[in-house]
């Protein structure tokens, strides 16, 4: 791996937006797709800047300036959309998603938090139970958590009920802002089920091993690292991940399956031999 292209991930002095465009690049950037010039321009973010920033610009209270901010984007600029189980791979290109008007949910929840701190709000990604969301800071006392991809905000009660999910105390749980690098794993986690949907087998090791930098050893990551070489032909090399998995792993009920078969494998070597 680029440890150049790694720093750059990593990097404090970068903005999510920005390394997952660098991720895309890097993955997608000959991907073989049909796009045009238009869908390739990030040119439209900038419009969508302007033309909220001038939908709020004289509205005084936080709270309604927050609502009507919200309203414009996901109506007047059409990022009202429902969330899914499977996302074109066209949704994980930023310009392309954006200009589509179909974005998967980090791709989105990236762009929102972009927007949002453009026409002057406090905005950052935070983690509720099962979903990355959005939290847009009003004031010191009030903040609106929704759903980046279809824009629907959580009630104080909803957020109870998700926060009671979590481990530990509910008196202490802190909803602190998300790290980029939890936001580049979802991203690359669902980017590679995409790629393997397509059988585009090589793209998403790709993915995977770019997990792997970020999280090293990882045992599911291992694993499929193994399944993507196995499809490229190039099991013996497979077959190191897949006993890690089945070592780190051994309640897994895949890893049962995969250790009947390395068990078959070891007996046809030592029979050869």
Known sequence: MNELFLSELKSEDKELLQKLILLEEYILADKGAVTS?????????????NQCDAVISEIESPLEKAETLL?????????????QTKWPISAYSVAQGLNQRAMSPIIKAALVKEIISACGFETDL????????????????YAIIFDAVTGESLDWNELDDRLDELEGDPANQDLTSIVDTVALVEYLSSL???????????????CVDVLLSLNPDDPLQRRDRGFLLH????????????RYFVEQCPK??????????????????????
């Open 231 to 242: 499809q490229l032909d190039c099991f013996k090399v497979a077959v190191d991940d897949y």
């Open 71 to 83: 309203n414009e984007l996901y109506f007047q600029h059409l990022f009202i959309d429902r969330n």
């Open 252 to 273: 897994d009920p895949a890893a049962k399956i995969l250790k009947l078969q390395l068990e078959k494998i070891d007996v046809v070597n030592n029979v050869l031999h």
């Open 37 to 49: 010039v238009s869908d390739d321009s990030l040119d439209g973010l900038e419009v969508i800047i």
């Open 126 to 141: 935070v983690f509720i139970p099962n979903k990355v969301m959005v939290r847009l800071c009003c004031d010191e006392q």
């Open 192 to 206: 590679k089920n995409s790629l393997i949907r397509e059988q585009m087998f090589d793209k998403a090791l790709t």
